[in-house]
């Protein structure tokens, strides 16, 4: 996707926080993804990059969260899915991809909900 097809929005945490949180030796952040216009030009996914949730690189993903999606003809639970090459890897240290099962050409996809792990 191109530059400003989606949005990474960083979520407070019970202090009130959005920034990264160390955990360990690590920090961690929750942060919802809104994507605009994800469709069959997409069909590969849509690579997020840490630097978008405030990390310099990634060592654990997990989505927490999907919300209903307007589409065509009404609304629709859309599965989400964090992609991993076949040896279990993710797209890269410094990025995630996402992929959309059922979405249509033109689908605003709001509210996927993710924490990620990884340093600053």
Known sequence: MAAGDYT?????DHLGQTKPTVVGHEYCVDASIDLEYYGAG???GVVINASDFGLSTI???????MSKVAA????????????????????????IR????????????NGTRVRVWGNL
């Open 42 to 44: 997409h069909a590969g």
């Open 8 to 12: 990474v929005t960083l979520l407070a």
């Open 98 to 109: 996402l992929l959309i099962g059922s979405a249509g050409n033109e689908d605003v996809i």
């Open 59 to 65: 060592s654990a993903a997990v989505i927490t969260g």
């Open 72 to 95: 065509d003809g009404g609304y629709l639970d859309d599965l989400c899915f964090i992609m991993t090459t076949t040896s279990g890897t993710y797209e890269s240290s410094t990025s």
